[in-house]
Nanobody
Framework: QVQLRESGGGSVQAGGSLTLSCAASGSMNAMAWYRQSPGEQRELVAT???????NYGDSVRGRFTISRDNAKNTVYLQMNSLKPEDTAVYYCNARLETIMRAYEFWGQGTQVTVSS
């Protein structure tokens, strides 16, 4: 069973920065970060392929940067210029693609709180 272990959440003032990390227990294909605020649907924040191609949600493009270290099976999310509306639980997501099927895994979530 693949495990995703997230770290780096916390509280910060608006305009500040945080970096989230997510370590997978095995080699993954695409990895991503999602977030969810109370009463809202889970929202895509950013994705990154094993080769390093990235994609961002409109609300974070230009402020957040996703990266990964394949040797460490770890994905990072550098969050700059944080806004109160970035407050959410952030979830790590990973896909493992085999010949037979694709598997999807989720982390337990880490809270990010941005105060004004």
């Amino acid at each position: 069973q693949v495990q995703l272990r997230e770290s780096g959440g916390g509280s910060v003032q608006a305009g500040g920065s945080l970096t989230l990390s997510c370590a997978a227990s095995g080699s993954m294909n695409a990895m991503a970060w999602y977030r969810q605020s109370p009463g809202e649907q889970r929202e895509l924040v950013a994705t990154i392929t094993r080769g390093g191609s990235t994609n961002y949600g409109d609300s974070v493009r230009g402020r957040f940067t996703i990266s990964r270290d394949n040797a460490k099976n770890t994905v990072y999310l550098q969050m700059n210029s944080l806004k109160p509306e970035d407050t959410a639980v952030y979830y790590c997501n990973a896909r493992l693609e085999t010949i037979m099927r694709a598997y999807e895994f989720w982390g337990q979530g880490t809270q990010v709180t941005v105060s004004s």
